[in-house]
């Protein structure tokens, strides 16, 4: 009988029947897709995921619905890659219990809005001489140069006057690609593009643009996988459940996300990203209100980032993940657990050991906010916020500005000065009109 580990086809993702079923969330056809490419029978099928024959079959004729966490356990028995899922946004999020709510209360699958990280094929026109253009062993390292450089100037530049050359930038990526398909430049080419789109997402996420930071997320996801180089799979994997976790506020697939990478990277792997993962594993644990899972998170951590090796970073990631790297994570979990004094420690150890970029400091400024106003340190709180916005303001940082506006609708301390003065900025961004005073 096959085996429910099997290798799934590498193309099965995106052929017209499957793509046309993520994309109108019909897991009936996925499942049988999945059951076909590995020529089981159904009963074959029902052994691999371990329901009755019975279940089985009502699923794959679509008269049995199943809730998020079936849907998981499927994908994670018939080896579905989570991040082709993209599950809705529970519209009673904001008033569900700080630890989160049973998933299978959550909404049905049939009701899940899914897309496949398909990219489509840029057309690329030919050289003069109506050859294409040539690709050779400089093209990976020019693609990536150029990324690296877009990173460097992200840390003082508005992401709204990085995003056009970013985005001419994985274009131009795909275009490569399409031209190294058959030669020995293909896996590092795939390299180059996921590099790409994975800033082109970063980018998009700052400015609020969600859809487009998803879509570029899970294209690099997949030129990462392409590339068959299992760091960047894993960074890709994990900046993803990152954006899911913080940025999308969606804890349970940010962590369905981290146990995937954590599949794909193994248990031998460089330190730096073992340490990555669980912080990001502890944001998700933090958001579905788990402070033990979250503890222990941060704990293997600590005991990663204190191995011999650590201080020099793989790539793709550039900088050592240190111990200040663990102290800032630690105080986002702290606020996010209403833990107040243990993350203001905590911000106070990584801002001391560190420097983060300006746009990164003030994402981080709002969090402290965040921590003084549950200690009932409202000045404090509300001074931090004002510094934010203004980093926010003047880099046209939307991250930063929804931080802040996140911020101030979850105060629901005393009214002040302080307070006052935040509503009158906010209100004048909204307007257009000068703040009063």
Not at 68 to 80: F, G, M, W
Request: some cysteine; hydrophobic content about 40%; charged content about 25%.
């Amino acid at each position: 009988m096959p085996q429910p580990d099997g290798v799934l086809p590498p193309d099965l993702w995106t052929r017209p029947r499957i793509a046309a079923a993520l994309a109108t969330c019909d897991m009936a056809t996925v499942i049988e897709g999945v059951r076909e490419a590995r020529g089981w029978s159904q009963g074959d099928l029902a052994r691999a995921v371990d329901y009755s024959q019975s279940w089985v079959s009502r699923v794959v004729n679509g008269q049995q619905s199943l809730t998020v966490s079936q849907v998981q356990d499927l994908a994670r028995r018939l080896a579905i890659p989570l991040h082709l899922i993209r599950f809705a946004d529970d519209p009673h999020r904001d008033g569900r219990d700080q630890k989160g709510v049973d998933d299978t209360r959550r909404r049905d699958f049939g009701r899940v809005v899914a897309a496949g990280a398909l990219v489509t094929t840029v057309s690329h026109p030919p050289g003069r001489d109506g050859a294409p253009h040539p690709v050779n062993e400089t093209t990976a390292p020019a693609l990536r140069s150029i990324t690296g450089g877009q990173r460097r100037m992200d840390a003082t530049s508005s992401a709204r006057h990085l995003l056009p050359s970013a985005v001419a930038h994985v274009h131009l990526a795909e275009q490569m690609l399409t031209h190294s398909r058959g030669t020995p430049f293909f896996t590092e080419l795939s390299a180059a593009a996921s590099e790409a789109s994975g800033f082109a997402a970063w980018l998009h996420a700052d400015q609020g643009d969600m859809g487009s930071a998803r879509m570029h997320y899970r294209t690099a996801v997949v030129r990462a996988r392409q590339a068959g180089m299992r760091l960047l799979d894993v960074y890709m994997l994990g900046s993803l459940a990152a954006f899911e976790i913080d940025t999308a506020e969606d804890p349970e697939l940010g962590l369905g996300l981290v146990r995937e990478a954590e599949h794909v990277l193994g248990p031998a792997a460089h330190p730096t990203a073992r340490a990555w993962l669980n912080c990001v594993a502890a944001l998700a644990h933090a958001g579905t209100g788990d402070r033990s899972a979250a503890a222990r998170a941060l704990g293997r951590a600590d005991r990663e980032v204190s191995r011999p090796g650590n201080a020099d970073p793989p790539w793709p990631w550039v900088f050592a993940f240190d111990e200040a790297k663990v102290a800032g994570y630690r105080a986002l979990v702290g606020v996010r657990l209403r833990q107040p004094r243990d993350a203001r420690a905590a911000f106070d150890e990584a801002f001391g050991a560190a420097s983060p970029s300006v746009k990164q400091s003030a994402v981080l400024q709002v969090e402290l906010a965040c921590a003084h106003a549950e200690a009932g340190d409202v000045d404090e709180a509300f001074r931090l916020a004002q510094e934010a916005l203004t980093t926010g303001i003047r880099f046209g940082s939307e991250r930063v500005i929804g931080r802040v506006r996140s911020f101030r609708r979850r105060y629901r301390g005393p009214r002040a000065r302080c307070v006052d003065a935040l509503d009158d900025r906010l209100t004048s961004l909204m307007t257009g009109l000068p703040a009063a005073g």
